[in-house]
Each structure stands twice: as structure tokens, then as C-alpha cells.
């Protein structure tokens, strides 16, 4: 069954479904989880003149991961939190290759006709290597 379910989460309220399935199926299955979260870079300007920047948001979104972790922790479910800065349909198709996930675990939301199938969830599942559980 499953080893590694990644879950990438956003740092709005709709991660709860996702982070729910992921540990009822970590328990199920004796995997552990992953949670990650993509700081999106900003193009076209060096990383290094923004790096207060990225580390005020990447510590934000630690604290957040943390507390999710540490619910998902509770419940015997091994868990690691990554945050990660760049593109974040690329970076986590990266980050579950080289993480070996087995699974990815994420939401997805109503897209609108302007938006089309450029939403995170939809590149992901893709792009990605390993199944794609969408949950909305």
C-alpha cells in the first residue's frame, strides 16, 4: 500500500479534508506524511535581494506546518514538514520525486472559465509521477 503521502498545502482554511485523508490513510496503511508547502518566487528578481522576504514567509509558513503536524503527530503518524520557494506545481512534482512519495494528497477548488486548467492541482496531477488524490 502506501509508504510516503505527501500533502501540499496552501496557508488558507481548506487544507482540513486533505490533512484529514492523509492521516486516516497514514493510520490505514502505516505510511508517513509529508507536508509541504511553496513559497512562490517571485520572477525575474534575484532571490538574494529578497531574502528577508522569503524568510519571514517561509517561517510563517513553518509555524503553520508545525501545528498541522503536530495534530497529524498525535494520532502515531509520522510526520516531516518541508517549505520549499519557487513555482509550486513544479516544486512539488520535485519534492515527490525525490522524497519518493507514493501518493500526493491535496484540495482543489471550483476553477472559473478565465482560469481554465491552470490551477496548482491540475498540474500536479499531471505532471506527477505517483497518484493524485484530489479532494474538494
Do not use: W
Amino acid at each position: 500500500m502506501f509508504k510516503h503521502i505527501l500533502v501540499p498545502m496552501d496557508l488558507g482554511g481548506r487544507n482540513q479534508k486533505a490533512l484529514r485523508t492523509a492521516k486516516q490513510l497514514a493510520r490505514y496503511t502505516g505510511a508517513r506524511v509529508s507536508l509541504l508547502h511553496v513559497v512562490q518566487s517571485i520572477e525575474n528578481i534575484p532571490r538574494g535581494e529578497l531574502r528577508a522576504f522569503y524568510e519571514t514567509l517561509e517561517n510563517a509558513a513553518r509555524k503553520k506546518l508545525s501545528a498541522a503536524a503536530r495534530a497529524i503527530g498525535a494520532a502515531a503518524v509520522e510526520v516531516h514538514v518541508e517549505v520549499r520557494i519557487g513555482n509550486p506545481p513544479h516544486e512539488i512534482v520535485r519534492y515527490a520525486d525525490e522524497s519518493h512519495a507514493d501518493l500526493i494528497v491535496m484540495t482543489s477548488h471550483r476553477v472559473s472559465k478565465v482560469q481554465g486548467f491552470s490551477t496548482t492541482s491540475y498540474k500536479v496531477g499531471i505532471l506527477c509521477r505517483c497518484p493524485v488524490l484530489l479532494l474538494k
